[in-house]
């Protein structure tokens, strides 16, 4: 047939011309049987289909009414991907237009649609159906060779009779049905079946079913990918089975969302039959509900049989429980390999699971009831409680027994507000919603509900200020009662905790609390502001798990404690105070932006190395990001900080005082460090360094005082292109016999040691104990004392490219090692290194070599130094150098005194080398110290925009010239 749509005169033309063959068909027709188309019927459109193939997508659009035909389609030349064959009713309302005809009692045209080698074809909006009760009714039938078919937005309506009445049934032999779907559909009284399916893709999504037959849907010898989701299925007849998987290949494969009621007996929700997905992606089975309610026989809710492998049974909600028979919520043939249980509500008449321990990979976080046996019948063995089910099977650890409190069992599996379900489950990896649709988990950033369902809870997010402690007036009782509320409501504005005085004896695990932010903030504070008031302890274990913390910082960002102690005490062995857990609740989230300040953090009553006071994992890799420790006092741990840690961490460490532990602040990997102003002193047994730090990181360890009877300084650092660590006006004490000051440990790059003063015994001030490929090291401006060992140290000093102005001591015999060469004096040292020019061999001239490294006056050291870009400030914070505009002193302390005179060369300009940087500074120099003798400035090449003025320089005369 010509399309309607050509103009008239060219009909006329297309008449009257001699052709024998018409146009291939392209473009979209209307089918009208009221004569208001290009076609009348379906047939006569299929007919022009055969007869003339089709070169382009090709459209028919269908009017209201109702059409009673048989419709056959064979293969159609020209069809393909692009150029696919649509039926679609007109008005997209696919109550208005009906194609089919009765059911009936014979077996020939069995059928509405019949696809025999069709394929790219597509069926919108229209009613397909066999009216009637006759037992032959099938609607649609799809045989071998027909690929890429596809039904949506239909009312498909096989006859109302348990015979021979599919709604769809495909014959196949394994040649595959490529890419094809059923979306959107009502479907009513037969189901679907697939037979030998082969290779491609089936989409079975968004349905409404209400079957009479013994299946919904039965898919057989599919290789390829199945979703079936999103549908809602009712079964009411006996020996029903909703879904069914059977000799299947399936990656990916997913059976997700759907509600299915069985009201008979002998039924199975979803079973899946010698059915085989992959270690790397596994056959999914999510948020399903599944109801059967019948009266007899044998039911399942979910069923697994054959050599079914590879599957994830997660997050359904299961209620199988009619008043007799035997009812398995989910069973698990002895044959079945690598299933996974998780997150599931089940409650059964019989067993909620019932499994062998070979058959499954893992199980957990579910809830198993059962009515009238043992909830979970695990090896042939029954079980009541989750301890003795854990201990036999090592499975279900998590996993709850009890009644999961169903709105309505046998009608409505949506959970009630006291349901033990909420929150009892885990994080499944990619699943972030339930069988609505609706977030998971809710609120945010809390443990999911097990089950199909995620209820939303009923607390408002938390915002001002609220009172911990046990007065009739507080608001929670404990710490552990406001983070549960935390990590459930979730925060809408900042958060403060005052807390009461007293002694809370809680171990808690802070995960991640939804809505925190910069502005949005959690604080803990005791009310008093005495951190003495209030502790939060618990005791010390004789086992790491689960519990070896007092705090545990495992997601939760954005978050203060001040003004309180935290306590391990107890003999025990494990005794860690405080935790940086990330990942430990499952959150896999870190930890960012957290303070501990003005608080005290202790170990009483242990001994051992497993009893750190700040302990950070690195497993897993998460990178916590601004972890503050301000103002605190810190004692009795084996570290202060001991740190594995991140590479991606940062650490802010500054103003503590540690007292009484082994070791100080060890940090082995972070991107970003700063140790500052803390007060570090050893225990007597204490073997190791005060401050130990390794990284890829510009560190800045700056105005520490270490008193310590192990290494002071231990560096392994190397900070990445174009940036420079800095270890400036720390004060290093060494008591230990041959310990070290400073020790550098393997590679070391791109360090300034600027400004220390170190004080050590027998040990070396600066050593490297290794240092292959260090370069790029800079020693200047320190005050390095050893009573009876080497000042220095430097078996690969060709890594430092700066050394000079420092004040070098040692009370033995041998004051430095250059390389391989020992020198004896500071000119042996000078020769050799061609180093040194300007530094001093003296005593530094401390208070107290082994206490107090501040400077006693006349100290050799003062106004020794030459500035240095960045450092205006000396241990203490008193600005350097003093006077101002003279030169400052070596070693961490600036001694008030007046500056020495002036005497002999100097340099100035831009080099490292150069005294002064420019005029300006060589005058005030020489105004605030004067001169002594003769004094020559030599000045680098190079262009000094200044304006100067001479006035009278004391000291200065026909012998003391400056030039």
Known sequence: MVPRLLPHALRLLVIALPFTAQAQLNGTYV????????????????????????????????????????????????????????????????????????????????????????????????????????????????????????????????????GNSDVLRYDGSGTGIGSSSVYRCAIAYGGLRLQAAGAGSFRFQGNTMEVIGVFALDVQSLNGDVTCSDNTIHCPNYFATAIELSSCNVAPGEIARNTIVCDAPGSNGIELDNVTG??????????????????????????????????????????????????????????????????????ARTNAIIALTASLTSSDNNVFHSVTSWPAFIDGTGYNDVPTLFGATGMNGNSFMGDPLFIDPSADLHLTSSSPCLGAASNWP????????????????????????????????????????????????????????????????????????????????????????????????????????????????????????VLRFDGVDHVTFRHMTFERFGPDTYGDVIHMNPGISGSNDPSQHVTVESCRILRTGGSGTNRNLVNAANFPALNEIDIRFEGNFMSGGYYAF?????????????????????????????????????????????????IRVTCNCPASVTRNKVLSRGRGLELTVAPPPGQRALVANNSLIVSNGSANGVQFIGLNEDIDLVFNSVSVVSGRGVHQLTGTGSSGLTLQGNAI?????????????????????????????????????NCTDLATLQTTSGSFANSVEADPGFVNPLADLHLLSGSPCIGSAVPLLGIADDMDGEVRPQPAATQPDIGADEHPDACSPLMGTYVIGASAAANYPSFTDALNAMISCGISAPVIFEVEDGSYTEQITLPNIPGNSNVNTIT
């Open 430 to 549: 990619g699943l972030t919603d339930d069988v609505d649709g609706e977030v998971r988990p809710q609120p945010a950033a809390t443990s999911p509900d097990s089950g199909a369902d995620e209820d939303a809870g009923a607390c408002a997010p938390l915002s001002g200020t609220y009172l911990i402690g046990p007065s009739l007036g507080a608001d929670f009782p404990d710490f552990s009662t406001s983070v549960a509320q935390l990590i459930t409501c979730g925060v809408s504005g900042p958060v403060i905790f005052q807390v009461e005085p007293g002694t809370y004896t809680e171990a808690i695990t802070f995960p991640p609390v939804s809505g925190t932010s910069t502005i949005n903030t959690i604080t803990y504070q005791g009310t008093i502001g005495d951190s003495t008031q209030v502790t939060l302890n618990y005791p010390a274990t004789a086992t790491a798990n689960p519990i070896d913390h």
């Open 785 to 821: 004392r050893s009573s009876t060992g080497k000042a220095i140290d430097l078996p690969w000093a060709g890594a430092f490219t700066t050394l000079d102005h420092q004040a070098l001591f040692t009370g033995g015999s041998m004051l430095a090692t250059w390389n391989t060469t």
């Open 31 to 162: 089918i009208d049987g009221g004569g208001g188309g290009d076609y009348t019927t379906f047939n006569a459109a299929v007919s022009d289909l055969v007869a003339q193939g089709i070169n382009g997508a090709v459209v028919f659009e269908v009017t209201d009414g109702s059409y009673i035909e048989y419709i056959a389609i064979p293969g159609i030349t020209g069809s393909s991907a692009a150029n696919t064959i649509t039926f679609r009713g007109q008005s997209l309302d696919s109550t208005l237009v009906t194609v089919g005809h009765p059911s009936s009692t014979l077996s020939s045209n069995n059928f509405v649609i019949h696809l025999n080698g069709a394929s790219h074809i597509t069926f919108e909006h229209l009613t397909i159906e066999r009216s009637g009760s006759l037992v032959f009714g099938t609607t649609i039938r799809v045989e071998d060779g027909s690929t890429d078919w596809h039904f949506a937005n239909c009312r498909i309506d096989a006859s109302n009779s348990a």
């Open 642 to 690: 001991g740190n594995p840690g991140n590479q991606g961490d940062e650490w802010i460490i500054t103003d503590n005082v540690i007292e009484n532990c082994t070791g100080g602040i060890l940090i082995i990997q972070a991107a970003a460090v700063t140790i500052s102003g803390n007060q570090i002193s050893g225990n007597a047994a204490s073997t190791q360094p005060g």
């Open 278 to 347: 992959t270690g790397a992606d596994p056959l999914q089975v999510l948020n399903n509900m599944i109801v059967l309610k019948g009266f007899n026989n044998l039911n399942h809710g979910i069923r697994l049989s054959g050599t079914t492998s590879d599957v994830d049974i997660v997050h359904n909600s299961i209620s199988v429980s009619g008043s007799s028979g035997t009812y398995y919520g989910l069973f698990v043939m002895p044959s079945c390999t690598n299933v996974r249980v998780h997150n599931n509500a089940i409650l």
